[in-house]
């Protein structure tokens, strides 16, 4: 094990940016809906997580982690605390874990609210506006 791993991820910060992801439902499911918009529109995978590791660290560092917002909210204080460094945190792995999950949930379908296959219907989508 590499000395700075910590509980199965690459350091301690990202494994507690994770941690306060997987915990908070709003901040799971805004960061599953960046997934899936990001498996929809992206051509790979690969892509997928990197336009995801992205967004994901713009949307905590610039919208959610800011000095106006932390300083009312306990809440995303301790998150920030519990992180401490956000420079050291992988987003490329959060965001593959994130598309990783992503995948295994399927798409919940907001007409019939069943699970779908999301890479099935990704290429189907992206086939039939390649017909067009």
Do not use: P
């Amino acid at each position: 094990m590499n000395e700075q791993e910590y509980n199965g991820w690459s350091n301690r910060e990202t494994w507690a940016t994770m941690l306060h992801i997987d915990n908070d439902q709003f901040l799971l499911d805004t960061a599953l809906d960046y997934a899936k918009q990001q498996l929809e529109e992206t051509e790979s995978e690969a892509e997928a997580i990197r336009y995801l590791a992205e967004s994901v660290q713009s949307w905590l560092e610039n919208d959610l982690l800011t000095l106006e917002n932390i300083a009312g909210n306990q809440g995303l204080w301790l998150m920030l605390t519990d992180i401490g460094s956000l420079y050291r945190v992988n987003w490329r792995e959060i965001a593959e874990s994130l598309i990783g999950y992503a995948k295994e949930q399927g798409a919940a379908c907001d007409e019939c609210g069943e699970a779908h296959d999301l890479d099935n219907e990704v290429m189907s989508i992206k086939e039939e506006s390649a017909s067009v």
